[in-house]
């Protein structure tokens, strides 16, 4: 079975804090993506990557950014959190191609 | 550029009724990919199924059915004879090309499902 794993289902941070949430999968896919899911607008994608060390943006990337040193690990950060970013986040990954993205569980981010 | 909507934000239905989520995509691509997944209340995306733009067979699958009719731009999904467990969020998704054979998805809102004992 395909396991993407995020690093915390629910985190709560302050105005201002450097925010790290870690994503990991174990199938060896070369793509991994960051959305954020907010009512009404369904998922929206942060930044991907498609090899170690390579990152692109996605359509909302302000306020982000991202880290892939290794081939499993895919890291999202909010250099300066504030509470716009109050959302859940959801981590991705597949092969190349137009295949079926497998996600994480989730981590629903409040800022206050 | 590429859309997907789901115009019904919510439905409820009682167990066992049929139900049908609709979905409408647009898209300049001539090749592109179809997806339908489903969020229970535990939050994780399940996959459901993937429908390339050159077979417009529908498919079934037990309960759930696909209907992808490229000339109405709609990719439609039916449940039959609804169970409690049925409930759940619902997205449709389309495939749009990035670089290095990465491809991302392009979510609709979401349709909100929830089947009645």
């Known amino acids: 079975d395909v396991k993407v794993t995020q690093s915390s289902r629910y985190l709560v941070k302050r105005t201002g804090e450097k925010v790290f949430l870690e994503c990991v999968q174990d199938?060896?896919?070369?793509?991994m993506f960051w959305y954020r899911q907010d009512p009404g607008l369904g998922l929206r994608l942060i930044y991907f990557?498609?090899?170690?060390?390579?990152?692109e943006k996605g359509d909302i990337p302000e306020g982000y950014s991202v880290s892939r040193e290794k081939k499993e690990r895919f890291s999202l950060i909010l250099e300066s959190a504030s509470t716009n970013q109050t959302s859940m986040y959801l981590c991705?990954?597949?092969?190349?191609?137009?295949?079926?993205?497998?996600f994480g569980p989730g981590t629903r981010l409040t800022v206050t | 550029a590429q859309k997907v909507t789901q115009a019904q934000t919510e439905i409820s239905v009682v167990e066992k009724e049929d139900v049908t989520l609709d979905c409408v995509y647009e898209?300049?691509?001539?090749?592109?990919?179809l997806f339908w997944y489903k969020q229970p209340p535990s939050g994780e995306l399940v996959f459901l199924i993937r429908?390339?733009?050159?077979?417009?067979q529908n498919e079934i699958s037990g309960r759930y059915s696909w209907n992808f009719q490229k000339s109405t731009s709609s990719f439609n999904f039916t449940i039959t004879a609804s169970q409690v467990v049925d409930s759940a969020v619902y997205f449709c998704?389309?495939?749009?090309?990035?670089?290095?054979?990465?491809?991302?998805?392009?979510f609709g809102q979401g349709t909100r499902l929830t089947i009645n004992p």
């Open positions: 991705a990954s597949n092969f190349d191609g137009a295949y079926e993205q497998y």
């Open positions: 199938m060896d896919h070369e793509n």
């Open positions: 990557s498609y090899d170690v060390k390579m990152k």
């Open positions: 898209t300049r691509d001539t090749t592109y990919y």
């Open positions: 429908r390339n733009s050159f077979d417009e």
């Open positions: 998704a389309l495939s749009v090309p990035l670089i290095q054979g990465a491809q991302k998805l392009v």
